[in-house]
């Protein structure tokens, strides 16, 4: 099975720190996702990658940035914590290749800015 | 503008009824729907999927019914179990781009 490992399941960090999130899967999928979730606004996407060094804004894509340096690993960088952006971040991976390719998530950071 | 809209926001069922959620897109050319299913503590799983050129989907007690002239599908849970409680999202997807998820249903099914 596909593996999406996120590094932290918690995180508290402060306002105005530069935070990492990191997200490594294991399958060689080309395509990469971050997510926020939060109550009553369900999953909201941040940015998304569709191969090394590439790179594409989402939805709500203020406030953060991304890294893919290598295909199996895609970080979501908060240059400036605030305390709006405390919430559940979820990475995800997929292939486009087959008929009915779907996305595996990671478990999730919880991120609260303090 | 919201592309796939999903309802009830929230449900609790009672443990034996059936729950169903709902959801309704607009961009036709959708071809791909699947639904996931995301438990405390965990990232969403996929749970079912169904592609338009079929009325219903069934895996074991989990349905998909889909109404492609309404631009509906919803899930249904027959026999619903405490176990089944969780945020259910649905979702849509037009070739090879992004999905599009609703905004989640969270079951709850008392036992």
């Known amino acids: 099975d596909v593996k999406v490992t996120q590094s932290s399941r918690y995180l508290v960090k402060r306002t105005g720190e530069k935070v990492f999130l990191e997200c490594v899967q294991d399958?060689?999928?080309?395509?990469m996702f971050w997510y926020r979730q939060d109550p009553g606004l369900g999953l909201r996407l941040i940015y998304f990658s569709y191969d090394v060094k590439m790179k594409e804004k989402g939805d709500i894509p203020e406030g953060y940035s991304v890294s893919r340096e290598k295909k199996e690993r895609f970080s979501l960088i908060l240059e400036s914590a605030s305390t709006n952006q405390t919430s559940m971040y979820l990475c995800?991976?997929?292939?486009?290749?087959?008929?009915?390719?779907?996305?595996?998530f990671g478990s999730g950071t919880r991120l609260t800015v303090v | 503008q919201q592309q796939v809209k999903q309802s009830p926001q929230s449900l609790i069922v009672q443990k034996g009824g059936i729950s169903i959620i709902n959801c309704a897109y607009e961009n036709t050319a959708f071809d791909y729907f699947p639904w996931y299913q995301q438990f405390p503590g965990k990232g969403p799983a996929l749970l079912i999927a169904i592609r338009p050129d079929v009325s219903e989907k069934k895996e074991g007690r989990f349905t998909i019914s889909f109404n492609k002239s309404a631009k509906q599908f919803s899930l249904h849970i027959m026999d619903s179990q405490p176990g089944d409680s969780a945020t259910y999202f649905c979702a849509a997807r037009r070739g090879s781009e992004k999905l599009v998820f609703g905004k989640g249903t969270k079951l709850t099914v008392n036992p």
């Open positions: 995800a991976s997929t292939t486009p290749a087959g008929s009915l390719w779907s996305y595996t």
């Open positions: 399958m060689d999928h080309e395509n």
